[in-house]
Nanobody, 125 residues
Framework: VQLQASGGGLVQAGDSLGLSCEVS????????IGWFRQASGKEREFVAA????????AYADSLKGRFAVSRDNAKNTVNLQIHSLTPEDTAIYYC???????????????????WGQGTQVTVSS
């Protein structure tokens, strides 16, 4: 499985931004695509995840409401929409894939096997 994240850039506080993760390779109904982010000097943080074969997405509790993840199986992409950006959202955003994930493990980065290269999001105040 290969993943390619795109859509990052420099934005102003309060803006919205859409990130995209293009997925290639063999995916299964119980595969999951997750979004994580890592700010400079901080640990990697779970953002959102969505089952590839259908089902409800999961969000980090602290970010719920400003982030929306969606899947387009026809285009093999998973999108992450971020609203009301703040400088604290500045980070490299990664998408990752894992197979046979159960819902309770979707927020755990150790459960994901495949990672994309990340896309930088910088929010200016």
């Amino acid at each position: 499985v290969q993943l390619q994240a795109s859509g990052g850039g420099l934005v102003q506080a309060g803006d919205s931004l859409g990130l995209s993760c293009e997925v290639s390779g063999l995916m299964f109904r119980n595969s999951v695509i997750g979004w994580f982010r890592q700010a400079s000097g901080k640990e990697r943080e779970f953002v959102a995840a969505i089952p590839w074969g259908g089902g409800y997405p999961a969000y980090a509790d602290s970010l719920k409401g400003r982030f929306a993840v969606s899947r387009d199986n026809a285009k093999n992409t998973v999108n992450l929409q971020i609203h009301s950006l703040t400088p604290e959202d500045t980070a490299i955003y990664y998408c990752a894939a894992g197979h046979r994930l159960i819902r309770s493990s979707m927020k755990n980065d150790q459960a994901y096997t495949y990672w994309g290269q990340g896309t930088q999001v910088t929010v200016s105040s």
